[in-house]
């Protein structure tokens, strides 16, 4: 049997053994599910906009569409009602209204049950000075227009140092989210490799594997296999998640959305390669599932402290040094370089470079795990030093 059909049928096997598994598709579900919170709640938080309503009375109703449009400009949905009852105050004891405006101007009066809407307030001031602003321009002989004109190019010179960019919000937002999916597919398959290791290992079923294929062989079918079934779960993951966000309007898709799908794809591929043959090697030192998370919790606290660490450098200084040097390293690459990719501050010499340190570092590793894996798989009963095995 060939060295290509012989990881083929291993990689095979742990794809299908996998996919077809309950926790597979309940996770990838309630993933998809959360995801969708987020994003209904994105949505809102995106569209958080007051809404009012307020009765006019009188004179008042002539304020209408001035009121309306000036809500607006201060983010406030206001709908106007005409109220010529005699009980319209009670309208607003009862909630029906959150205002009641009386009079004519300059002489206007408002209502409230409590303290009043700060907004609301100041919008109808501006309405009520621009009222009486017009009344005196009239008696002057002057008319709105022509103020206007004249005040036309009357504006104030503004530099950008650093111009702002207005995906900004939609850039964090899915830099943060690729930053979890990638965090959570590397702890959660590289662990997974290694649980498969360890329980081939006690069972003895590894013994029989190895009378037909290499153990080389074997350990890059189990991790291409498993890093399908990742994969797999990633494209489903995001691919709902760009539909919902583009359904709700919170992110762009055609510019912003492909590209992150895109660049997580890459950088999962290089980031599990890297980390999988370290959590298989590690696992083939040990001969129990007791004694797995002993070998694999240096691992694990390397992909967390990049994940937590990462998030809040990029939250609050996405370009600086610190966070710029921590995503070209291999171990913190793959979590925190896709994210600031996904947040345009990545220049393109920086994302080469850590694409290129990746490759060499999974190459390294590939060779130094797949040594110890080979020199430790075979061995049973009492945890293998990692000296022994290197030096086997």
Known sequence: ?????????????????????????????????????????????????????????????????????????????????????????????????????????????????????????????????QQVLVAQLAEAGITPQQVAENLANVRVGVTALEPVDPQRGQRLAIGLVVAALL???????????????????????????????????????????????????????????????????????????????????????????????????????VSRQEELQSVLTPISMTIIVAFVAGINLMISNPSGQTVTILSLLPPFAPILMPGRMAMGVAPTWQVVLAVVLALAAIAAITWLGGKVYANAVLRTGARVKLREALRT
């Open 1 to 129: 049997m060939t060295s290509t059909r012989a990881v083929g049928l291993v990689a095979r096997r742990e794809f299908v053994t996998k996919v077809r598994t309950r926790s597979f598709l309940i996770g990838t579900a309630v993933i998809i599910a959360v995801l969708a919170g987020y994003v209904v709640l994105q949505s809102v938080l995106f569209d958080d906009r007051q809404r009012s309503v307020v009765g006019l009375s009188g004179q008042a109703t002539q304020l209408a569409e001035p009121l309306r449009e000036k809500a607006k400009s201060f983010g406030v949905e206001l709908e106007t009602r005409d109220v010529t009852d005699s009980n319209a105050e009670q309208l607003v004891r009862d909630g029906a209204l959150d205002a009641l405006v009386t009079g004519a101007p300059p002489e206007l009066r408002m209502i409230v049950k409590g303290s009043g809407d700060e907004v609301l307030v100041t919008a109808l001031n501006d309405v009520l000075r």
């Open 183 to 285: 965090y959570y597919s590397l702890l959660v398959y590289g662990t997974m490799v290694a649980q498969g290791v360890v329980e081939e290992k006690s069972s003895r079923v590894v013994e029989i594997l190895l009378a037909t294929v290499r153990p080389w062989q074997l350990l890059l079918g189990k991790v291409i296999g498993l890093g399908a079934v990742g994969l797999l779960q990633l494209l489903v993951i995001s691919t709902v998640g760009l539909a919902l966000s583009s359904a709700f309007d919170v992110v762009d898709v055609g510019s912003v959305g492909g590209a992150a799908l895109a660049t997580g794809v890459l950088w999962y591929l290089l980031g599990f390669f890297l980390y999988a043959t370290v959590f298989a090697a590690a696992a083939s030192l």
